[in-house]
């Protein structure tokens, strides 16, 4: 077992391909002749897996059919996917992959953050007129469009997080005070923590703070992250659905 410095310390945003990072400075473990690299942001990674299953699997029980609950199950595939796959390929298999490996994960919560904020906009439909929710969700696709095409021709980690930021941050959250000032709707309640654990994850990250290479940067931010899903996820449930959510449209 080799201790070393985390990784992104070594690269801190463009990844070359693996043959050339020096992983001789990346903390690693032998798995049964297998290397691993940052084992501990694999973990941490499937304990956001993990999370996205429980709360799919509770959304999942939900018996009644509405957009906002399908779009909601999509978000925590996807995510569940994005962890999954970034924490395995991403990071321990990055010295076989390179970049190439970071880009399945990347492409999946590009998928989950939109499916969330197409969940909201189902949220706020009755408040909407069938044009202006049509606008709206017609504006969801192209944004994730171009989110989807940046990330390829840039191969570049900041996408993902501008993408977050304006999906989350200015869409869902102004979408969410919008309908609790006129409804006060309880979920929205729970969607604003999950913005809020949202924020200290980035904030987090952002800093750099690290507590070894068992528990790096990456892991301590996995942690707020982790809350941030499972509040995205209650807010969801907690939610005053109308029938009139469906209009004549389609999701």
């Known amino acids: 077992m080799h201790l070393g410095v ?3 310390k070594i690269i801190p945003f463009d ?3 693996p043959g050339e990072i020096d992983f001789s400075q990346v ?3 032998d798995f049964f002749g297998v290397p691993l690299y940052e084992p501990s942001t694999i973990l941490s990674s499937l304990v956001m897996t993990f999370v996205c299953w429980i709360a799919y699997r509770q959304l999942a029980a939900v018996s009644t059919p509405h957009p906002v609950y399908r779009f909601a ?5 996807f995510m569940g996917l994005a962890t999954a796959i970034g924490g395995i390929l991403g990071h321990g298999f990055l010295y076989l992959t390179g970049l190439p490996g970071k880009l399945p994960g990347w492409i ?3 998928l989950a953050i939109a499916f969330y904020e197409r969940a909201v906009l189902w949220h706020a439909t009755p408040l909407l007129s069938e044009k202006v929710a049509g606008k709206f969700r017609t504006a969801n696709v192209i944004a994730l469009l171009v989110f989807l095409a940046t990330t390829l021709i840039t191969l570049h980690f900041m996408v993902i997080q501008v993408q977050a930021f304006y999906s989350l941050f200015v869409v869902v959250g102004g979408m ?4 609790y000032r006129k409804t006060g709707d309880p979920g929205s309640i729970l969607v604003f923590k999950a913005l809020a654990w949202a924020i200290l994850a980035a904030g987090v990250h952002a800093s750099g703070i690290s507590l070894g290479v068992w528990f790096t940067t990456n892991d301590i931010s996995h942690i707020p992250m982790s809350l941030a899903i499972w509040y995205f996820h209650k807010g969801i449930l907690s939610m005053r659905l ?6 004549n449209g389609k999701p």
Do not use: N
């Open 6 to 8: 985390p990784l992104q």
């Open 15 to 17: 990844f070359p391909g």
């Open 27 to 29: 903390h690693h473990i």
């Open 73 to 77: 199950r999509l978000y925590l595939l």
């Open 108 to 110: 999946c919560s590009l």
């Open 176 to 179: 969410e005070l919008w309908i």
């Open 242 to 247: 109308s029938p009139a959510t469906y209009k």
